[in-house]
T-cell receptor, first 113, second 115 residues
Framework: TQLLEQSPQFLSIQEGENLTVYCNSS?????LQWYRQEPGEGPVLLVT?????EVKKLKRLTFQFGDARKDSSLHITAAQPGDTGLYLC?????????????FGKGTKLSVKP | GAGVSQTPSNKVTEKGKYVELRCDPI?????LYWYRQSLGQGPEFLIY????????DSGLPNDRFFAVRPEGSVSTLKIQRTERGDSAVYLC?????????????FGPGTRLLVL
């Protein structure tokens, strides 16, 4: 069974701080996605990484896919209260059913003004 | 354009009852997915439709759960003889054609509470 472990589970920081959250697995994924979910809403896709070692930047967010395609990280620079939410990573099963995303449990981020 | 919509937004039922949850995907999306999210967990895959057919139903927990998509658009997730452990948020997502790096667009979910 493929599992994605996210850490930390909870993170509470002050506005302006930097942070990194991690997504790790013992399995290889063909692609990995990061989502943000707010209370009462469905997850919203932030980025998809496909190539081992790939780095993508989205404004203050930097996403990295590990060389072996087993892990990923999300770094947020100068966090703002609007970044508060649940950050989920999800992997597409390498060689498995198309569309079958395997999600981690998420990192719940709270950014205080 | 309109996103994925799900109805009802909340459903409270009694143990043993039957429930139906509806998902309206984005128009033109051939792929539709159902996930279940329990409190404090990430979404858990249930079933994936490509058009009218279930391409992968390996995530359905048991035979009390069933889903249909008869015309390749709207889908209904059906749960028979509900149990308290079925309480969760049921999320629906759709994507254009179902590729594994494709964006899945999620609806807001149906919150099911089984008393």
């Amino acid at each position: 069974t493929q599992l994605l472990e996210q850490s930390p589970q909870f993170l509470s920081i002050q506005e302006g701080e930097n942070l990194t959250v991690y997504c790790n697995s013992s399995s290889v994924f063909s692609s990995l996605q990061w989502y943000r979910q707010e209370p009462g809403e469905g997850p919203v896709l932030l980025v998809t990484v496909v190539t081992g070692g790939e780095v993508k930047k989205l404004k203050r967010l930097t996403f990295q896919f590990g060389d072996a395609r087993k892990d990923s990280s999300l770094h947020i620079t100068a966090a703002q209260p609007g970044d508060t939410g649940l950050y989920l990573c999800a992997g597409a099963d390498y060689g498995g059913s198309q569309g079958n995303l395997i999600f981690g449990k998420g990192t719940k981020l709270s950014v205080k003004p | 354009g309109a996103g994925v919509s799900q109805t009802p937004s909340n459903k409270v039922t009694e143990k043993g009852k039957y429930v139906e949850l509806r998902c309206d995907p984005i128009s033109g999306h051939t792929a539709l997915y159902w996930y279940r999210q329990s409190l404090g967990q990430g979404p858990e895959f249930l079933i994936y439709f490509q058009g009218t057919g279930a391409a992968d139903d390996s995530g359905l927990p048991n035979d009390r759960f069933f889903a249909v998509r008869p015309e390749g658009s709207v889908s209904t997730l059906k749960i028979q003889r509900t149990e308290r452990g079925d309480s969760a948020v049921y999320l629906c997502a759709s994507s254009l054609s179902g590729g594994d790096a494709e964006t899945q667009y999620f609806g807001p979910g149906t919150r099911l509470l089984v008393l």
